[in-house]
């Protein structure tokens, strides 16, 4: 008979047990490659690390955590997706699928051992990571790969993320969220490091490595959406700007239109995405808003995150 296959957990068991950690929250984190990352993803991502093998036109979609994945996720869907659906076709995917269940979390399928399934989809591949830059396989970041970065202002990313935390444990409080963000030991974090691995990848390779704000996009959607479909290879035609097409991906995408989907109404059949931790799909649709902080924290925890973060990327060329 064959030998039988080790998951990446079995496999690199050892390995992640000598990681220095930290409980927090609901999470237990790994200090791995100077980001903490918790637990369950590491092995996953040591095996995308080893083994991920990129396409020339593969299409990475990345982000922090809380910061704009699944808007993303459709837009760069949408604007793939093209050829096969037009933005405004009722009979569109993203009518009645979740972004999640329409492009793959490559860490999520590392760590399931299923990227044969990677193998299997068609080119060019569009995928999802919430790694720093600096954590993506060799090949992805010295190859022909392109890189897709959302980011958001921290102190909304904060907020949100407590709200969704919550859905797993309704007793975290604020405050204990704010601190372990500040502190960098928050899922992938410190968030500062991630943000400024894919701004510097963003500044060295502009024609490889695309860096987007939350609070951009939610100003100008149609420039967003242009400037994506540009990077991807993929411009809007004269016809299609004609058409209304761009203004089709920004109205097939909006907040109000994904949060009002069957899939993603709370108690839909819908269910759960996610097999990391399986969240149900409303949890990805709260306020989509810039600004709710205000709502949540003191103007004292706001200068204080917004001084963490300024000293952080002073020089940079990146501000929020
Ligand atoms: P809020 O909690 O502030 O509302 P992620 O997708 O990375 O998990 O981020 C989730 C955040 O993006 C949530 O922010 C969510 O409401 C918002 N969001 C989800 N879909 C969106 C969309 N289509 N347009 C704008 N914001 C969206």
Same mark, same amino acid.
């Given at each position: 008979g064959s030998v039988p296959e080790h998951t990446p957990k079995e496999e690199f068991g050892d390995l992640v047990a000598a990681l220095p950690r930290r409980q927090q929250s609901i999470l237990e984190l790994r200090l791995y490659?100077?980001?903490? %990352?918790?637990?369950?993803?590491? =092995?996953?991502?040591?095996?995308?690390?080893?083994?991920?093998? =990129? /396409?020339?036109?593969?299409?990475?979609?990345a982000s922090y955590p809380k910061c704009g994945t699944t808007w993303l996720k459709a837009l760069a869907f949408a604007v793939a997706a093209r050829g096969a659906y037009l933005p405004a076709s009722p009979a569109h995917p993203l009518r009645r699928l979740n972004p999640h269940d329409c492009i793959p979390f490559i860490?999520?399928?590392? &760590? &399931?051992?299923? *990227?044969?399934? %990677?193998?299997?989809? =068609?080119?060019? /591949?569009?995928?999802?990571t919430h790694l720093p830059y600096t954590l993506l396989p060799e090949p992805v970041t010295t190859g022909g790969c392109r890189v897709v970065y959302v980011c958001r202002d921290p102190k909304d990313m904060v907020v949100s993320l407590w709200h969704f935390l919550r859905r797993a444990k309704p007793d975290l409080s604020f405050a204990e969220t704010f601190e372990f963000v500040c502190d960098g030991t928050v899922a992938a974090?410190?968030?500062?490091? *991630?943000?400024?691995?894919?701004?510097r990848a963003s500044v060295a390779r502009p024609d490889r490595v695309l860096f987007l704000k939350y609070e951009d996009m939610l100003c100008d959607g149609a420039g967003s959406v242009r400037r994506l479909a540009e990077f991807m290879g993929r411009p809007f035609s004269p016809a299609e700007e004609a058409a209304g097409d761009v203004a089709a991906v920004v109205e097939l995408c909006s907040f109000d239109?994904?949060?009002g989907l069957e899939v993603n109404k709370p108690g839909a059949g819908g269910g759960t995405a996610g097999r990391y931790? =399986?969240?149900? /799909?409303?949890?990805?649709? /709260?306020?989509?808003? &810039?600004?709710?902080?205000?709502?949540?924290?003191t103007p004292e925890m706001a200068a204080r995150l917004d001084g963490i973060v300024r000293e952080k990327l002073l020089g940079t060329g990146l501000a929020f």
């Open positions: 490659q100077g980001f903490w %990352l918790p637990e369950h993803w590491v =092995p996953g991502t040591i095996v995308f690390q080893r083994r991920f093998s =990129p /396409r020339p036109d593969d299409v990475v979609l860490d999520e399928i590392f &760590a &399931a051992g299923e *990227h044969g399934k %990677l193998e299997l989809l =068609p080119s060019p /591949r569009l995928m999802n974090g410190p968030v500062w490091d *991630h943000v400024l691995s894919y701004w239109g994904m949060k931790r =399986p969240m149900p /799909r409303d949890a990805f649709f /709260r306020k989509g808003i &810039a600004g709710d902080w205000a709502n949540h924290m």
